[in-house]
């Protein structure tokens, strides 16, 4: 067990986990990276680690990543990841089977290009992976999935001022229910057909517009309105949340 610690100013990553069995909780990994702009806050394989309540910040690269088997990753707060570089994320799971994400906060993501810096991220081979109860705020790219199949996407709020994008490139047999997601610009998903179960979202755009993207390989070549099926889209004039969210953020971190 690691918990009660605090990282910060190294070279390169704040902590490597691997073996089995092992928590991690109730620390703090910031300012890592002043050498190797690569680096990782905290980086786990192995099998059945419990990664929660942690709190990072200001991570070049990726601050949580993950692979092999059977982890729980709950309950922790990120800001500031991937300053440096891009194609990253707040959490990045890759090479994995039974991961759950559970219950996390992320914020204070810059946006940038495609794939850009994510705030969850399932990657090649992340296979039965549960994505749950998680919040982003103000990421342009809360989800991104690339080359996994058979995970699941489900009661996650998406909130973001500026135009958003769940993206899943050869991808398959997603699972996608339960999640609200509210944009001030469009809402884009990349290769919906990824997902074969898409129903009970809220989903609101405040400029009415919620497209999905048809990929070639990785090239955007079609854009059309997304099907409603049993999702609810609501009008451009809609007074629920809203947008202006710093109170709800800090809410939402403690």
């Known amino acids: 067990t690691v918990e009660n610690c605090r990282f910060w100013l190294t070279g390169a990553g704040g902590v490597v986990l691997s073996g089995r069995d092992n928590e991690i909780r109730k620390n703090e990994i910031f300012r890592i990276g002043q050498a ?106 809360p989800s991104h999935n690339h080359m996994a199949v058979g995970n699941r996407l489900s009661g996650n709020i998406f909130l973001n001022r500026r135009e958003m994008r769940l993206s899943f490139p050869k991808c398959s047999g997603y699972i996608f229910q339960g999640n609200f997601l509210q944009a001030g610009g469009r809402i884009l998903f990349t290769n919906p057909e990824a997902i074969r179960h898409f129903r009970d979202n809220f989903i609101c755009s405040q400029k009415g517009k919620i497209q999905a993207g048809l990929l070639s390989g990785y090239r955007l070549v079609h854009l059309r309105p997304l099907p409603e099926g049993q999702n609810i889209f609501l009008p451009q004039d809609f007074s629920g949340p809203g947008l202006s969210l710093p109170e709800e953020a800090g809410k939402a971190e403690r």
């Not at 990726?62 to 922790?76: K, R, Y």
């Not at 705030?119 to 998680?134: H, I, R």
């Open 36 to 141: 190797y702009r690569s680096a990782i806050g905290l980086w786990l394989s192995g099998y059945r680690h419990k990664v929660v309540g942690n709190r990072l910040a200001d991570t070049p690269y990726t601050a949580i990543a993950c692979s092999q088997d059977g982890h729980l990753v709950a309950g922790n707060v990120i800001k500031r990841a991937v300053t440096g570089l891009t194609d990253g994320a707040a959490i990045y799971v890759t090479f994995a089977q039974r991961v759950s994400v559970r219950g996390n906060y992320v914020s204070q993501m810059k946006g940038g290009p495609p794939p850009g810096a994510s705030a969850y991220y399932l990657d090649e081979q992340a296979k039965g992976c549960l994505v749950e109860n998680n919040l982003a705020i103000d990421v342009d790219y």
